[in-house]
């Protein structure tokens, strides 16, 4: 079980490399020459796509801690 829930801990922070843009900014930001933008923009997305996740990650464990020395 330890090793179940570090694999998962460690897996929340290796990202894969993802396009993560809509439709419209994907139009937008391939018209321009450097793609530095559109970089920033799908860094800016993962970022903020991932928060949520962590923070119920979190909830979900502290939950769990607590109902686990509820039951000892």
Do not use: H, W
Request: aromatic share 16%.
């Amino acid at each position: 079980m330890k090793n179940k829930i570090i694999f998962f801990l460690l897996s929340l922070f290796f990202f894969m490399d993802t396009n993560a843009q809509c439709a419209m900014c994907r139009a937008v930001l391939e018209s321009e020459e450097g793609q530095t933008a559109a970089e920033g923009i799908n860094d800016g997305i993962v970022y903020l796509m991932a928060i949520p996740y962590i923070l119920v990650g979190g909830l979900g464990y502290f939950i769990y801690k607590k109902y686990k020395t509820l039951k000892k």
